[in-house]
């Protein structure tokens, strides 16, 4: 058990931030705190894709072709999650963008940023 | 397999939209209105070129193509087969339908057409993509661009709903990629066929079943099954009239898409039978969703809300289908699945549609409100009580087709609470569908102008008490087909909430050209019902490849 938390620490603190990610998106009143709760959440994920890259290849270096150094001899991570992650670095980016601008729309349309204040406001109107 | 111009039609049809989506909006700076153009020319292409790759996928079998010329291993591929194909056809003919509309009707200005191009692009590519991480991306696309459409509804209420949406869309997106993540780390491909093969060889079987697990998750978010649906009624509510058709039909049809795609494709059938609980699992939700749906679009008054909750029910058939199939490995529920989403697709579209051409003239958004509609309107109210007897599932529209294929295929399976799970949720569609056509048909309209009796204020603004009621008089007994201007002022009638179609325009008229459009869609509703077999035929190859 110790062994395997030692070999494989990274996809646990990967779920802790999951975890800490999707609670904050529930619980957390404040608009702009619940993007950064979805975006903790992702990056989370995208953490675990790279993680996962280098502990199936034991002491795997950073996937980048050596200019020295004899084929078979460096060991390289497997260079596909982090280019897939990169693209959904961006999907992320763009998600985050579009979530900020509502965000500043409902502030400027109730004047409040707390989800509790907003539904009373709705419900008032 | 194909040779020439059929190849590239796949890259094509996704990359053309996202192309000219960049062109309204460029084009804009220059001149005023380009963007209903270019988005018409560019649908009405991206119709054309997929009726031409159905042609050749029916001829010839599935279509690829290896994007860059990497091998699938590491490369994207995209594929047609008869059951993307299907959704392709599905996608931009009901974009031009709905584009056509909003030529009078709907939301107008160049930003809207460049988000209804990249939704468009985004769910061609979910439809057509091989890969699974790319169809992440094109989910989280065609999302962006539904976040975008729901939020350009006048109301403050509609960036609400779409924050709802975009935190319980991405979370829901996420929750597919760790699936992904999971299937990934215990084969290391991401090629849907490549995985069909890695998968039941795999050592680490816990994985790929977590992995499945949170796809289910993910999937049942995005196509807004109980109770992770809450997002969708209120989006669908809050988008702009012309944008609900689009995002009601498509959206969500998109991603039951692509979740049967990954049962039968990447999963397979027999793999996914032998999985410990993932029948049941499917089945429960899809179950529990049409009976949820229906019930709560029966105590909706909103008219669009009903129609919102109605499709969480409808979907619920598609997903419980799929449990069908895990369940009893049964080809006649996944043709009803195929059949029904395209079906089901269409029939939104059109009931929407109806709802906003009713919205655009009269205001009225309640039930109660549709009172002597037929009267008014005898042709929008005739092709919505079309539209609502298909979405009964009354023979011979093409609502009965795929609740047919999908009932036959529980009983066939000896899944005898699904079947009754079936008929019980037809019966509570016609309670729903039934209340508006009760409205519709036989309360006359006096009923409807006290129902809305409640703001004499807003009829102070269309020109005084006297003038307004005298409006409505000349509305009850016009026959629908001339407009007098007093019927166009009754229209801003704010009891439905002012401007909530999203468009700020000034008092429009519907037009013939609208109302056409959604008379096409019955039609089309009941000539897909006489083609049932055909789509059975057509799907043929597809079901002997995936079932053996």
Redesign the interface.
């Known amino acids: 058990m110790i062994e395997l938390l030692a070999s494989r620490y990274t996809y646990v603190l990967m779920f802790v931030l ?1 975890g800490i990610g ?1 609670y904050m ?1 529930i619980a957390s009143e404040n ?1 702009v705190k ?2 950064i709760g ?1 975006n903790l ?2 990056t989370a ?1 995208f953490l ?2 790279i993680s ?1 890259a280098y502990i ?1 290849v034991e002491g795997a270096s950073a996937p980048i072709v050596p200019h020295h150094g004899e084929p078979g001899e460096v060991m390289v991570a ?1 260079p ?2 982090q280019v ?1 992650v990169l ?2 670095i961006v ?1 992320g980016i ?2 985050t963008a ?2 900020l601008a ?2 500043i ?2 502030y400027s ?2 004047g409040t940023l707390r989800e509790d204040t ?1 539904r009373e406001v ?1 419900a008032d109107e | 397999m194909n040779s020439g111009l059929v190849d590239l039609l796949p890259p094509l049809l996704i990359v053309a939209p996202i192309l000219a989506a960049t062109l309204p909006i460029a084009l804009g700076l220059r001149f005023d209105r380009t963007g209903w153009s270019v988005a018409a020319i560019t649908t009405a292409g991206l119709f054309a070129a997929a009726g031409y790759l159905a042609s050749a996928v029916h001829a010839g079998g599935r279509v690829t193509h290896t994007l860059g010329g990497y091998p699938r291993t ?1 490369g994207i591929q995209l594929v047609a087969d008869q059951f993307s194909i299907l959704v392709v056809l599905l996608v931009t003919g009901v974009a031009t339908g709905v584009l056509a509309y909003t030529r009078r009707g709907g939301p107008r200005g160049n930003t809207f057409y460049t988000a209804y191009l990249l939704l468009v692009g985004g769910l061609l590519g979910i439809s057509l993509t091989g890969d699974v ?1 790319n169809l ?2 094109f989910l ?2 065609s999302s ?1 661009a539904t ?2 459409l729901v ?1 350009s509804g006048d109301g ?2 509609s ?2 709903a ?2 709802k949406y ?2 319980l869309g ?2 829901a997106a ?1 929750m597919y ?2 699936g992904v ?1 999971f299937v ?2 215990a084969t ?1 491909t ?1 090629n849907m066929v490549e995985l069909a093969e890695a998968i039941p060889n795999a050592e680490r079987q816990t994985l790929i079943q977590t992995g499945f697990a949170f796809i289910v998750v993910g999937f049942a978010t995005k196509v807004a099954q109980w109770p992770l649906h809450s997002w969708q009624p209120s989006a669908y509510e809050q988008a702009p009239d012309g944008a609900t058709p689009l995002i009601a039909a498509l959206v969500s049809t998109a991603s039951a898409y692509a979740f049967g795609r990954l049962i039968v494709t990447v999963f397979e059938v027999d793999y996914l039978a032998s999985m410990p609980r993932a029948a049941s699992i499917v089945l429960t939700v899809g179950c529990v969703s049409v009976l949820a749906g229906t019930v709560l679009a029966v105590i909706q008054r909103e008219v669009k809300r009903m129609l919102a909750y109605s499709s969480v029910s409808q979907f619920g058939l598609v997903i419980t289908a799929y449990g069908v199939v895990i369940a009893g490995g049964s080809e006649t529920a996944f043709t009803g699945a195929a059949i029904h989403l395209v079906g089901h697709g269409i029939l939104k579209a059109g009931l929407f549609l109806s709802a906003a051409i009713v919205a655009t003239s009269y205001g009225a958004r309640t039930v109660d409100e549709y009172a002597g509609l037929a009267k008014r309107r005898p042709v929008v109210a005739g092709a919505m009580a079309v539209l609502l007897f298909a979405l009964v599932g009354v023979p011979p529209a093409v609502g009965f087709v795929g609740k047919w294929y999908i009932a036959l295929g529980a009983v066939e399976a000896e899944l005898w609470p699904v079947a009754a799970v079936i008929f019980l949720s037809t019966m509570l569609t016609l309670a729903y569908a039934a209340r508006l056509l009760e409205k519709m048909y036989f309360t006359p309209a006096a009923g409807a102008a006290s129902a809305r009796g409640h703001g004499p204020d807003t009829v102070a603004t269309d020109g005084g008490d006297e003038n307004g009621d005298k409006g409505r008089e000349d509305l009850a007994s016009d026959d629908g087909a001339v407009e007098t201007p007093l019927a166009a002022g009754v229209s801003y009638d704010p009891t439905g909430g002012p401007g909530r179609d999203g468009s700020g325009r000034s008092p429009d008229p519907v037009s013939n050209g609208m109302v056409a459009v959604i008379v096409v869609a019955a039609i089309v509703a009941v000539a897909l019902g006489f083609a049932g077999g055909t789509f059975a035929d057509f799907l043929e190859p597809f079901l002997t490849e995936v079932f053996n």
């Open positions: 999951l999707i998106t608009l619940k993007l979805v959440f992702q994920i675990f894709f996962m199936d497997s596909l999650p897939i693209t959904a999907v763009a998600l579009v979530g509502l965000i729309r409902i349309e109730y907003l709705r | 590491y991480f992440f991306v989280e696309i962006l976040y975008a939020s403050p209420e960036a609400v779409a924050l975009l935190i991405t979370v996420s990629l760790i993540a990934f780390m290391g991401l």
